[in-house]
Each structure stands twice: as C-alpha cells, then as structure tokens.
C-alpha cells in the first residue's frame, strides 16, 4: 500500500499543519527504505512533493539522525544533488524471543542490518517465568552494551494466546505460563525506560519478518505455518496482521485434524501440533545414542535428521511422511479459507524442505477446493528460528516509518519555522 503525501488546505490550523508534516516526514523516510538512496530532486519528483517541502523534510530527518548525505548524483542535465540514504548509526530496534528451549535477542538499525545477536540454550519449560525474564532481561542488556545508542523500542515474542495491548501471555501451554505480564516485567527490569516495551505472538511477528523476506508486496496476502516445538500461524491479509476479534487469530496448531491423535499440551486430543510439532518428529525419529557430553542443540538435530533421511534411514523418512501427510491437511484448510498469495512454512517445516517441497505442494490439490491450489504459492523460510526476533525489531522500525518524530534529535531541538 503505497504512502501517498498530504497537503495542507488554505487557512489550516497550527495542529493540521503539524500532522500534515509528520505525515509527509513518513513519506520520505519509507520512500527511501522502499526505493534506495536518491538525491532531493529525485524524491520531489516520486513523491509529488514540491522541492522546498522536501530538503524541509530531509533537514529534519538528518537531524534525527534517520538519514545522512552520501555521494553526489552524475546528472546529464542541471546541477547535480547529494543523494540521500536511510541513516544506520543513530536508531535501533530489538527483537527478543522467549521459546521452549531458548532465548534470543536481535538488534537491528534502521536499514535492517544485524547489529548484535545473542542466543543461549535454556530449559525455559522447566523453569518460574520470572527466572525466565530475568534471564531474559540480562540478556537484553548483554545485547545493548555493545550498542552506542539507545534503542527506539523492545518487541518481545512469546508463543501462545498474547494479549498485545496489556502486554500479558494469558496462556503459553509449552512453557506452562498463565497469566504471565511480560511487558511490565520486563520494562522493570530495564529501568522503566523511555522506549516502548512491545509483546507479541512469534507466528505473528515472524510472519511480519516473511513479508519482506519473501518480497511481498507490502499490501499482499501471506500465511506463515512454523513448527517448534509448538505449532502457529502469522496470518497477513492486505499487508497487515489478522488478530481476530480478540487478538487470538492463528492459533492453527490446536485444530483437531484426527480423531485418533496423540494428546496435546492444551490438554486437548488430536490436535495439528500434537501431529507435526517438533516434538512428534523428534519422538519419531529419535537421535542417535551419544556417550559423553550435553546433548546437541536443536539445529544439530535437524542437521543430524537431515543426514539420516539422505542416508535413507527407513524409520526417519517414516516420521517425516507422517509429517508430511498432516500438515497437509493443516495447510489445506488454510488455502481453502484464505486463499493467500503465498503459504511459507517456517521453523523446522524449513529445514525439512527437500522432503517437503515436491510432495506437499503436489498434496495440497487433493486437499484444495479450488483448481492448482486457488493460486496459492509454497514456500520455504530462510530465516530459519530467526523469524520472531526480526520480525519483532522490524515491527519497532516500522513504527519509526510511520512516525518518524518517534525519534528525538540527534543532537539539538528543531527550529520553530517549518515548511509543510
């Protein structure tokens, strides 16, 4: 959905002005992110702003530290201008995650690039979630002490039913959480800082980080289906999240998709995630004895499936046909009821991809009402269990886009005189 710029009518108030500048600010800033570098002359033109509003807007930007002058654009015609680029240096977000087994921090600058990451192995289901935090709130702070600027904002990701305004995982079954109020938690253990403290479903935040991973259209239609050790869903409709009435929506892995199916961790029976989560495969396939040291980490032992199944281990390409035959049906009804642009499987669905890709895809027309699947197309994740961490701090990054006065100056206050 493009971002089209305002202009302010004859006669219009102070505060219309105002707003009318800080739109035309989010303008600009996406315009960059969306388009790359360009000089003022070249954003006048692609945005239909005059060129006196915009060298406004980019002073103001610059002084936000939100984009600096590079080089000076070869023109063939008139005089040439200094191309304009999005700033990394002054502004980052964090993603974090909370999951069975693991805590994960990304930290990204305003061009998306990874500025810190840190990940550590943690029994998080056996554990109080307020150890859990703690941990997780010292992890935070291992990430920005070798960041020179304060971030912009925390989004933190939790699978299980998220209450995203009050900040609370009502009810989290594979770490065992009820009623867990992680945002207040965890902005405590930060010192109540200035930025906002976000909390969100990791389906939901991973799928954000799909969008631009898949090169979707940023108005488009995406479902991301991931697999841990609990099974979800981002469902993205028109470029933006589908919650639900009460923000619970794409909680796919608790539908019942056979009678006969083992019992879940929500305490019902039959459920999709007690069918193809991590914990199924890994139950069905398990690893090979080792006699000394700790056991591997989870990408070793989708690393090690992986071999055995090229190896042609008859009992690990049993567990992942069985995989294979249930998530077909999972995905099946997702097409038939959303009909998206694009299903993404995610998570260690991912890492499963040569077993997976041909003999889903070519399911799913068994499983699809609509002739070659609606349209639909299959893809696989690159972003591995990264997901939820970058779609977290991207999230914080769009908030910036939007609002681009979310961020102070760099170093003094604006002048009173504005063009809008």
């Known amino acids: 959905m493009k971002n089209r710029p305002t202009r302010l009518r004859a006669g219009g108030s102070t505060a219309d002005q105002v707003t009318v500048r800080r739109h035309n600010l989010s303008v600009v800033l996406s315009h960059l992110r969306d388009h790359g570098p360009r000089s003022r002359a070249r954003l006048a033109e692609e ?19 939100l984009v600096g002058e590079g080089e000076t654009e070869r023109a063939t015609v008139g005089r040439p201008g200094q191309i304009i680029r999005l700033g990394g240096e002054h502004v980052v977000a964090v993603g974090a995650e909370v999951n069975v087994g693991y805590l994960s921090v990304l930290v990204l ?31 935070l702070g291992s990430a920005l002490d070798g960041v020179a600027v304060r971030p912009v904002g925390v989004a933190i990701a939790v699978p299980g039913l998220v209450e995203v305004d009050t900040g609370v995982v009502r009810a989290a079954p594979n770490l065992g959480w009820t009623d867990v109020p992680v945002v207040a938690e965890i902005s405590r253990l930060l010192g109540e800082p200035p930025y906002p403290v976000l909390l969100d479903n ?12 898949q090169g979707l259209d940023r108005g488009g239609d995406l479902i991301l289906l991931t697999g841990a050790a609990g099974v979800g869903s981002g469902i993205v409709v028109g470029g933006r999240l589908l919650r639900g009435g009460h923000g619970f929506a794409g909680e796919v892995g608790h539908m019942r998709v056979r009678d006969d199916g083992p019992p879940c961790a929500c305490g019902h029976r039959g459920c999709l995630e007690a069918a193809v989560g991590l914990n199924a495969l890994l139950a069905a396939a398990p690893e090979r004895a080792t006699p000394h040291g700790p056991p591997p980490d989870l990408e070793r032992r989708l690393a090690e499936i992986g071999e055995r199944a090229a190896a042609g281990d008859a009992r ?42 041909g003999s889903l895809t070519e399911d799913l027309r068994g499983h699809v009402f609509a002739r070659d699947v609606g349209g639909t197309r299959v893809a696989f994740s690159p972003l591995g269990f990264s997901g939820p961490v970058r779609g977290g701090a991207s999230q914080i990054l769009d ?13 003094k206050p604006l002048a009173q005189e504005e063009t809008v």
């Open 316 to 357: 690990v390409l049993a567990a992942i046909a069985d995989i294979d035959r249930w998530l077909t049906v999972g995905a099946g009804i997702l097409v038939n009821v959303f009909n998206p642009h694009l299903l993404v499987l995610g998570g260690y669905f991912a890492a499963l991809r040569p077993w997976l890709a």
């Open 399 to 411: 908030r910036v886009f939007r609002d681009p006065v979310l961020v102070d100056p760099v170093d």
């Open 109 to 139: 600058n305003l061009r998306g690039q990874v500025v810190a990451r840190q990940r550590v192995a943690l029994d998080t289901a056996a554990m109080e979630p307020a150890l859990v935090l703690a941990r997780l709130g010292r992890l």
């Open 202 to 213: 990791e389906a939901n935040l991973a799928a954000l980080a799909e969008v631009e991973a």
């Open 47 to 65: 945005t239909g702003l005059n060129k006196a509003t915009v060298s406004s807007l980019v002073a103001e930007l610059v002084e936000r530290g």
